[in-house]
């Protein structure tokens, strides 16, 4: 043991050499540390206060909306300006769908066609068309082996896929990502026809069944119609009457349309080549076989017809084909007019899963590690999303239907490097919710107004229908006024075109009621009549519509004319057909006919 004097003796020297250089380093580390706070500090003071000193610009600018001439160009605008930094700076497009550009705001409306070889897909746009489109192909056999979007033009003729792609104008160029084995059995077939003025159809190959699906397209078919089916405005779904089976590859496609099940459109086609039994026994198989296939509590909208221009096999169920197809021809008639508010509604739902993935992106990227275990830290992740799922939606109180498929985002993330992500930028996230809360609800009221603009005119909400159609010629001729419009000369407008009136074949049965009821100076009281209304069963409100219709002088009771008509349009009723909004001119009774 050495003694203490040797402390101060042998080793002092070195002791206070290496202390002073400890100390000195200590120093410069302070030193450093401090200037380095001092210079975050001035930042930040910095930052705040000119976050401070331009807040009120901030608000001021925040507060004013801006003006846009149409919903579309709003649309362009918000899209571009707030929505694409946040789809772009979190990888968006390489997960869920290609970002979007000009044409796809500016397309007329497009109708999506799916369904198994020979269910008339290409007929029916051929029915509709009212003639051929360049390079059509109708058969029993699976002829249609190609996407064919069939669009107006002034002349005849078809683009092939890889310079339909190339076309700046048309809304095509992200299917370039399907590669050349799709691109070569994608066309446009281009004609001049009223209808598509209005409308574009996309017809598809038909979906195989048996053997014969096991053999492989070439390219991802389920990708290309889930990419139309986030695109188009309607997308109707075509069985045959004698095959309802729902295949594999039909199964497939049909999920890949899911999230966009408000735009689906069910038709049983070729109707007319079995009895009103079987048909009956036919759409009961078609609801079952579609239940286990489309997860919705609700039933599915079905219209039964048959669409070609060829004569019914059996035309028992004529007036039923007829009423279903003026329905579905309503529904595609409203498209045009509902077009901007599709697209503010898909780029709204679009904004929300942007949102979602953002959220999801930033939170694996920032449970990364820095150096080690990045391999084993990323299959963790990837295990457990649903866990991130839950975290995120009880974090930032979001809907569990906003989050993508769990599933197939696993697939996609285990092909991506999550140190490429980025964290979350907040920024971003507050101009998605400035889009949403208030860019969208301004846009909305503008599509409104619009709407209401070609509404003016229309007094009642039942006279919607009296508004101009905005899809013109083909098929749609035929539910304008003519004799084979649906329902003409039908109900109410039985007797329509006719010298005598209609009622007084049956006026003299209703004047021996009318005689029975006490009239008094030619009429009965309100009183009396409803005595013997009332019998027909028919609520209230019903007959309080018939009877406004029938005092056509407003004078409290009916005379024998009115009340024949108040017989007649009870019948109208009963029989299954609706009231008219207002009295035709040729059920007018002949002494009234100078008071309106």
């Known amino acids: 043991m050495m003694p203490d004097g040797d402390i101060t003796s042998g080793n002092t020297g070195d002791i206070t050499s290496g202390n002073t250089r400890l100390m000195t380093q200590i120093t410069r580390g302070l030193h450093r540390l401090d200037c380095q706070n001092i210079f975050n500090f001035s930042t930040d003071l910095r930052d705040a206060d000119s976050s401070k000193m331009f807040s009120w610009m901030k608000s001021k600018e925040s507060d004013v909306p801006h003006v846009y001439g149409n919903v579309v160009e709003g649309l362009k605008q918000v899209y571009k300006d707030k929505l ?23 397309a007329k409306p497009m109708v999506l066609l799916v369904g198994q070889y020979s269910t008339g897909k290409t007929t029916f746009i051929r029915y509709l068309l009212e003639r051929e489109f360049p390079g059509i192909r109708i058969g029993p056999e699976p002829t249609t082996d190609r996407f064919i979007a069939v669009m107006h033009s002034e002349s005849e003729g078809v683009i092939p896929g890889n310079a339909l792609v190339m076309d700046p104008k048309k809304q095509f160029r992200p299917l ?7 691109l070569n059995r994608f066309q446009c077939s ?12 996309v017809d598809t190959p038909g979906i195989l069944s048996g053997e014969k699906q096991r053999t492989a397209r070439g390219y991802d078919f389920a990708g290309v119609l ?45 109707s007319d080549m079995i009895d009103h039994q079987q048909l009956m026994r036919v759409y009961g198989a078609l609801m079952w076989s579609l239940g286990k ?18 004569p019914l096999q059996y035309d028992i169920n004529r007036r039923l084909f007829e009423a279903e197809e003026h329905d579905l021809f309503a529904d595609l008639q409203s498209l045009p007019r509902n077009a901007a508010l599709r697209k503010l509604n898909d780029l709204i739902k679009r904004a929300r899963l942007a949102k979602v993935h953002a959220y999801i992106i930033s939170h694996l990227r920032g449970q990364m590690p820095s ?42 993330l285990k092909q991506m490097d999550f140190t490429k992500f980025h964290n979350l930028k907040p920024k971003l996230i507050e101009k998605v919710d400035h889009m949403l809360s208030v860019d969208m609800q301004q846009l909305s009221a503008k599509a409104m107004d619009d709407m209401q603009q070609l509404m003016k005119m229309v007094p009642n909400e039942e006279e919607v229908l009296k508004i101009e159609p905005s899809v013109k010629g083909g098929a749609f001729a035929g539910v304008e006024a003519s004799p084979f419009g649906a329902g003409y000369g039908e109900g109410a407008g039985e007797g329509i075109g006719e010298e005598e009136w209609v009622v007084s074949k049956d006026k003299a049965e209703y004047d021996q009621i009318f005689y029975s009821l006490a009239p008094i100076n030619g009429k009965i009281t309100g009183a009396n009549a409803k005595k013997h209304m009332v019998t027909s069963k028919l609520p209230n409100t019903v007959l309080g519509r018939i009877w406004k219709l029938s005092d056509i002088d407003r004078d409290g009771n009916l005379d024998s004319e009115e009340f024949a008509l108040a017989k007649h349009l009870i019948k109208v009723k009963l029989d299954g057909h609706e009231l008219p909004t207002e009295l035709p001119s040729h059920l007018v009774p002949p002494s009234k006919r100078d008071l309106i």
């Open 293 to 310: 296939v489309i997860n919705t509590p609700e039933v599915a909208r079905v219209y039964i017809g048959s669409f070609w221009d060829q």
């Open 176 to 182: 370039s990502k399907f590669g050349n084995a799709f």
């Open 84 to 106: 694409y930094p946040l789809e772009e700076h979190y990888k968006f497009h390489d997960f869920h769908s290609p970002a979007l550009d000009d044409p796809d705001f500016d």
């Open 371 to 412: 150096v080690f275990g990045k391999e084993s830290k990323k299959k963790e992740l990837i295990d457990n999303l649903h866990k991130v799922y839950e975290q995120i939606q009880r974090e930032q109180q979001i809907s569990i239907g906003d989050f993508p498929p769990i599933e197939r985002m696993q697939e996609q």
């Open 226 to 270: 889930e990419w139309f089916a986030e695109r188009v405005d309607r997308i109707i779904l075509l069985f045959d009457a004698h095959k309802l089976d729902i295949s594999d590859e039909f199964r497939r496609g049909i999920e890949a349309l899911r999230g966009n099940d408000d735009k689906i459109r069910i038709v049983l086609n070729k």
């Open 190 to 201: 281009q004609l001049p026809s009223p209808v598509l003025e209005s409308l574009t159809f």
